[in-house]
């Protein structure tokens, strides 16, 4: 059975400065990972998809890595803003057809201005 | 890119009534549709697998009698939570999938999600 866990569980960071998300799974055989954001009372955000074959993608102050080998991504958000105030979730797919995605247990950000 | 809709995007409902929650593909035929739920400050836990036309697969600890699943065409799906009880009370979303030609790749999206509050 596959299990995520996220790192911190809560994370609150001054305006302007970089910081980096960590999520964790137990099963290496995935198909692709996803990052999203959520925010309060709100559903998801797609962020950024990094298949299973990819290291890492990147979109504006976004950037996504992932390593199977060790279970493991981290999420990185470069000068950090408010606006970047939300729960960022961890969603993995495994591998062997689509039934299941797993999500993390999110890390909720708090960007002080 | 695919856009799933969810209807209604919030919904307040008696104790003891049923509640529809509709799930829609936009512009691709979704072959399965996913159901998960969101309670307070947790994560996403899946409910319920349906494919078009069959019936659904409920994940354990799931009433399949008190949350019944409609995947009638490629679509939509529909969630419908019966006699419903304040602890139901949580954050419903549906996530829709499509196969890919070859190699078993797929596309997923999910819709934006339901706020279900019994009162």
């Known amino acids: 059975k596959q299990e995520v866990t996220q790192i911190p569980a809560a994370l609150s960071v001054p305006e302007g400065e970089n910081l980096v998300l960590n999520c964790s799974f137990t099963?290496?055989?995935?198909?692709?990972l996803q990052w999203f954001r959520q925010d309060p009372g709100k559903g998801l955000t797609s962020l950024l998809l990094?298949?299973?074959?990819?290291r890492e993608q990147t979109s504006g102050r976004l950037n996504a890595s992932l390593d199977k080998s060790s279970g493991r991504s981290t999420l990185y958000i470069a000068a950090s803003q408010p606006g970047d105030s939300a729960t960022y979730l961890c969603?993995?797919?495994?591998?062997?057809?689509?039934?299941?995605?797993?999500f993390g247990t999110g890390t909720k950000l708090q960007v002080i201005p | 890119g695919a856009v799933v809709s969810q209807h209604p995007s919030w919904v307040i409902c008696k104790s003891g009534t049923s509640v529809k929650i509709e799930c829609r593909s936009l512009?691709?035929?979704?072959?399965?549709m996913f159901w998960y739920r969101q309670f307070p400050k947790q994560s996403l836990m899946l409910m319920a697998t349906?494919?078009?036309?069959?019936?659904?697969?409920?994940e354990q600890g799931v009433e399949k009698d008190k949350f019944l699943i409609n995947h009638a065409s490629l679509t939509l799906s529909t969630l419908t939570v019966t006699s419903a009880h304040p602890e139901d009370s949580s954050f419903y979303i549906c996530?829709?999938?499509?196969?890919?030609?070859?190699?078993?790749?797929?596309?997923?999206?999910f819709g934006p999600g339901t706020r279900l509050t019994v009162t």
């Open positions: 969603a993995v797919s495994n591998s062997g057809g689509y039934q299941k995605v797993t």
């Open positions: 349906s494919n078009e036309g069959s019936k659904a697969t409920y």
């Open positions: 099963d290496s055989a995935i198909y692709n």
């Open positions: 512009d691709f035929q979704a072959t399965t």
């Open positions: 990094i298949q299973s074959s990819q």
């Open positions: 996530r829709a999938v499509r196969g890919l030609a070859g190699g078993g790749s797929y596309e997923q999206y």
